[in-house]
């Protein structure tokens, strides 16, 4: 059974930094690329950044690119995003995708994923 737990979540100040984790079990890590997405009260879920299975690419959405981090450490099972710079639009449950290609761009763009195995998010808030 696979699992998908998002943590680190919590209340910062703008400018502040946070860094989410996520820990993937019952897969063979490597062979999933990972992604994490966000979701805001009353918005649609929207893709932050992805990660090959290798942690050899990386990809980000214009509105985090130079201030976020995605990273994995496959030894640990264990998805990473060092959040720095953080400013109140970035508000919102952080979810953690594990895809079924270890490609970003496999079968689509990653962006617009939904398919996979998903956790069940960690809540980021940062105040003004």
């Known amino acids: 059974q696979v699992q998908v737990v998002e943590s680190g979540g919590g209340l910062v100040q703008a400018g502040g930094s946070l860094r989410l984790s996520c820990t993937a079990s019952?897969?063979?890590?490597?062979?999933?690329?990972m992604g994490w997405f966000r979701q805001a009260p009353g918005k649609e879920r929207e893709g932050v950044s992805c990660?090959?299975?290798?942690?050899?690419?990386?990809y980000y959405a214009d509105f985090v690119r130079g201030r976020f981090t995605i990273s994995r450490g496959n030894a640990k099972n264990t998805l990473y995003l060092q959040m720095n710079s953080l400013k109140p639009e970035d508000t919102a449950m952080y979810y953690c995708a594990a895809f079924y290609t270890p490609n970003c761009y496999g079968g689509g763009n990653w962006y617009d994923r939904r398919s996979g195995y998903w956790g069940q998010g960690t809540q980021v808030t940062v105040s003004s």
């Open positions: 990660i090959n299975g290798s942690g050899s690419v990386s």
């Open positions: 019952g897969l063979t890590f490597d062979d999933y690329a």
